[in-house]
Each structure stands twice: as structure tokens, then as C-alpha cells.
């Protein structure tokens, strides 16, 4: 990563804020990590980048939410189910929910539509996805800086791999115990 980044300069900044645009907590944790270790990174164009590719990200599903929402979710039950609890979450928190949904695992995309079909005012959730954007983008680069300075280049590749192996491992043990579940062979505790 450090050599992608020493290769494609500006054009990497581009790259992590289109993958804040998405998602991207993983990615901006690594490229902060990396910058710390190498200095290949510039904590201050990263955060820029994914400050505003968060930003845009989550502007361009509130205005998808508002626009096309009522429609795609009677198509999608499963969208519906999040949907909805994003919703109640939005109307019993308000404030606090555009503040924090970016934080919430899994409902991020969904929790920016969902404002936009609740209603919520365009510039009242532009100056709080604005707001929330900087925070979210400041606290995952400042962990991955901090985190690359703690653990240093030497151990970076455990590091990664141990992480990569216990997400493996939930996912696979989830997907099994669900499996088992619907078949009926694990009990219900």
C-alpha cells in the first residue's frame, strides 16, 4: 500500500475518497496506518479526501432516499427491515442519529436514505452530514495514525493477517450458526 501510494500521489487521495463515498473504515484506518510507518501518506489531504467523499457519499443516498425511496423499498423486504429501523432511530434521536448512524455498523447507506424519505430538510442534514463527515474522517485517521505508530512497520503484516483471520472467523461461524438455525438443528436458547 505504502508503494501505491508513493506511485499514485494525488490520484490515491482521489481513490480513499471515492472509497469514503461507499464506505471505506477499513481503508482509511490502513492508508492513515501506513502513512504513519512510511510517511508515503499526508494525514491532512487523507482527511480531506474522506471527509468529503463521506460527505458526498451520504448526500448523494439522502437525495436517492428522498427521490426514489417509497418506491424501492415496497420492492426490497430486506431493505424495508432496515429501513424502517433506521427510521425509528432517525424520528426518536434526530440530531443525535445523523450525527452517529456513519458510526453504526451496516446502516450507514441506508441511515442517509433514510433521512431523505423521512422527510428530514436538505440543509438541515447537509450542515449535519457535513458536521458528522469531519468527525467521522478525524477519528478514523487519527486511530490509523495512532495505531501504525504503535505497532510499526515490523508488525504490520501480523497485524493485518490476525485482523483478516478473526473477521473470517465471525463471518464463517455466523454464516454457519444461521445455516443451522434455519434448518432447525442448533437449539434456541
Not at 487521495?13 to 508515503?40: C, D, P, Q, R, S
Not at 452517529?100 to 446502516?107: A, D, T, V
Not at 447537509?126 to 458528522?132: K, R, Y
Request: with cysteine.
Amino acid at each position: 500500500m505504502a508503494e501505491f501510494w508513493a506511485e499514485y500521489g494525488a490520484a490515491a487521495y482521489l481513490l480513499a475518497g471515492l472509497w469514503a463515498f461507499f464506505e471505506g473504515e477499513t481503508f482509511v484506518l490502513a492508508a492513515a496506518a501506513i502513512g504513519a510507518m512510511t510517511g508515503a501518506v499526508d494525514p491532512f489531504l487523507l482527511l480531506g479526501s474522506v471527509w468529503i467523499g463521506s460527505f458526498l457519499g451520504d448526500q448523494t443516498w439522502f437525495l436517492l432516499g428522498r427521490r426514489y425511496g417509497p418506491g424501492l423499498v415496497k420492492r426490497y423486504p430486506k431493505a424495508e427491515a432496515k429501513m424502517a429501523s433506521a427510521t425509528t432511530m432517525l424520528l426518536q434521536y434526530g440530531t443525535l442519529f445523523v450525527l452517529s448512524f456513519r458510526f453504526l455498523y451496516g446502516i450507514r447507506n441506508v441511515a442517509a436514505a433514510a433521512c431523505g424519505l423521512a422527510g428530514m430538510g436538505q440543509l438541515r442534514f447537509a450542515v449535519l452530514n457535513f458536521i458528522a463527515a469531519g468527525v467521522w474522517a478525524s477519528s478514523f485517521v487519527a486511530a490509523g495514525w495512532y495505531l501504525g505508530a504503535l505497532i510499526g512497520p515490523e508488525r504490520l503484516f501480523h497485524f493485518i493477517a490476525g485482523g483478516a483471520l478473526i473477521v473470517l472467523a465471525v463471518f464463517l461461524f455466523r454464516r454457519f450458526f444461521r445455516k443451522r438455525r434455519s434448518t432447525g438443528t442448533v437449539p434456541v436458547v
